[in-house]
C-alpha cells in the first residue's frame, strides 16, 4: 500500500496469550508486545510498545507508533467482525499511497 516495511524478530509466542517481538530491527528498534485475554465471548487485546528513547524525537516516535498500532487494529477488527474492508488505512496518508494501490 505504502511500500513500507520493517523486519521483525519474534522473542516469544505463548500460544492464545502473548506474542513478544523485538521491532523496526534496521533502525530504531524497539519491543511490541501483543497481549491477548478471553473476556467472555470476546477476545482483549493490548498492545505494549517500549523502549523509545526519552526525548522529544523518542516522544514523537512512541505517539506515531501508538497511532499505527491502534488504526491497524481498528481496521483488523472491522474486517474479521464484520467483513468490511476499511478504507481509513488506506485513506490515513492518500498522498503516500503507491500506484498499484490507487487502482484498486
Known amino acids: ?5 520493517t ?3 519474534v ?3 505463548e500460544p492464545g496469550r502473548r506474542i513478544l517481538l523485538d521491532w523496526n530491527l534496521e533502525d530504531r528498534p524497539s519491543e511490541v508486545e501483543f497481549l491477548f485475554e478471553r473476556r467472555g465471548g470476546f477476545t482483549w ?13 523518542g516522544l514523537a516516535e512512541a505517539f506515531d507508533a501508538k497511532e499505527g498500532f491502534t488504526l491497524v487494529l481498528a481496521g483488523a477488527k472491522l ?4 467483513a468490511i474492508e476499511p478504507r481509513f488505512i488506506l485513506d490515513r496518508f492518500p498522498d503516500r499511497v503507491r500506484e498499484t494501490w490507487k487502482q484498486r
Do not use: C, H, P
Not at 1 to 5: D, E, I
Not at 45 to 57: A, L, M, S
Not at 79 to 82: A, D, I, K, S, T
Open 11 to 13: 522473542k516469544a509466542v
Open 7 to 9: 523486519r521483525v524478530a
Open 79 to 82: 474486517w474479521l467482525e464484520q
Open 1 to 5: 500500500m505504502y511500500g513500507v516495511s
Open 45 to 57: 487485546v493490548e498492545i505494549i510498545n517500549r523502549g523509545f528513547e526519552d526525548t522529544d524525537e
